[in-house]
Nanobody, 113 residues
Framework: QVQLVESGGGLVQAGGSLRLSCAASGRSFSTYSIHWYRQAPGKERDFVAV???????DYADSVKGRFTISRDNAKNTVYLQMNSLKPEDTAIYYCAIRLAGSWGQGTQVTVSS
């Protein structure tokens, strides 16, 4: 089982930036696609971004042009660079390896207006 641990969340003003990290333990990390999801209070968990094993990426329309997902397989880590943050980006952010059924515990991102 791959263990995932997110970090990097916090409180930031609108227009600011944060970089989230998702550190994985276990082998075969480089063979997996890694997803980021987020869940705002009272809402469903929504897809944010994904990076495939070969570096291909996809984003939710709401974050395109502002968020960038990347990975460092040598460090077993995936990053989510978030720029031009908006109050509506406030949520708990989770990384996941869906194929392995692995989810992190989440990291809180709060964007103040």
């Amino acid at each position: 089982q791959v263990q995932l641990v997110e970090s990097g969340g916090g409180l930031v003003q609108a227009g600011g930036s944060l970089r989230l990290s998702c550190a994985a333990s276990g082998r075969s990390f480089s063979t997996y696609s890694i997803h980021w999801y987020r869940q705002a209070p009272g809402k469903e968990r929504d897809f944010v971004a994904v990076i495939s094993w070969n570096g291909g990426t996809d984003y939710a329309d709401s974050v395109k042009g502002r968020f960038t997902i990347s990975r460092d397989n040598a460090k077993n880590t995936v990053y989510l660079q978030m720029n031009s943050l908006k109050p509506e980006d406030t949520a708990i952010y989770y990384c996941a390896i869906r194929l392995a059924g692995s989810w992190g515990q989440g990291t809180q991102v709060t964007v103040s207006s």
